[in-house]
């Protein structure tokens, strides 16, 4: 069974640009959540879809944003680049949206801003 | 306060010993709560879950559970060099439409 894939897996972008980070999630999963990982803040919850529909939100700016496809597949994008939000993106997939599920996460996407 | 606390460490401790790994959380409502285990370079893997007040076991983890306090823990016995890595505790809000929130994670060294 595949497990959570995400491309690409490393990015280099310029202060000011936008990235498209995609997740796909294992298959029969329908809930995708993101989280940013850096090492002063540790792991932080962006968004988590379910069905398509955003169910929660981190405490992150507009300029982050994402959406989930009718094959659950996930993207997120971070519009107007800084140089803070070089950090390693994690997707992960869930079997249903809730307390009882854990989670798998993919291996990251890692973007460096430069 | 954060919602989820952590000793960042590291914690070392000799071949075969027990690690204890500890963590708090602040949200009273919350049901469900999970350890990850993170190597470096790779991305978290779910090691325990854990729903109801007590100790669940899985080979040489265990989990504990205390909701009136508000704790979490993880015990690993025997512990092997290869269990070096650091440890993620994770706690699902109250809310239905909560969050996993994730602590700092703790660093364990397991030397030889």
């Known amino acids: 069974k595949a497990g959570v894939t995400q491309t690409p897996r490393y990015l280099i972008k310029t202060r000011g640009q936008q990235v498209t980070l995609s997740c796909s999630p294992i298959?029969?999963?329908?809930?995708v959540s993101w989280y940013q990982q850096t090492p002063g803040q540790g792991l932080q919850f962006l968004f988590e879809?379910?069905?398509?529909?955003?169910?929660n939100k981190g405490n992150f700016p507009g300029r982050f944003s994402g959406r989930q496809f009718s094959n659950s597949r996930s993207e997120m994008n971070v519009s107007t680049l800084e140089l803070g939000d070089s950090a390693l993106y994690l997707c992960?997939?869930?079997?249903?949206?809730?307390?009882?599920?854990?989670?798998?996460f993919g291996s990251g996407t890692r973007l460096t801003v430069v | 306060q954060k919602e989820v606390e952590q000793n960042s460490g590291p914690l070392s401790v000799p071949e075969g010993a027990i690690a204890s790994l500890n963590c708090t959380y602040s949200?009273?409502?919350?049901?469900?709560f999970f350890w990850y285990r993170q190597y470096s370079g790779k991305s978290p893997e779910l090691i325990m879950s854990?729903?109801?007040?007590g100790d669940k076991e899985d080979g040489r983890f265990t989990a504990q559970l205390n909701k009136a306090s508000q704790y979490v823990s993880l015990l690993i016995r025997d512990s092997q060099p290869s269990d070096s890595a650091t440890y993620l505790c994770?706690?699902?809000?109250?809310?239905?439409?909560?969050?996993?929130?994730f602590g700092q994670g703790t660093t364990l060294q397991v030397k030889p």
């Open positions: 994770a706690v699902y809000g109250s809310s239905n439409t909560g969050k996993l929130i």
């Open positions: 992960a997939s869930s079997l249903g949206a809730g307390t009882m599920y854990g989670y798998t």
């Open positions: 949200d009273r409502g919350s049901q469900s």
């Open positions: 854990i729903y109801s007040n």
């Open positions: 879809y379910f069905s398509e529909t955003q169910r």
């Open positions: 298959s029969g999963h329908r809930s």
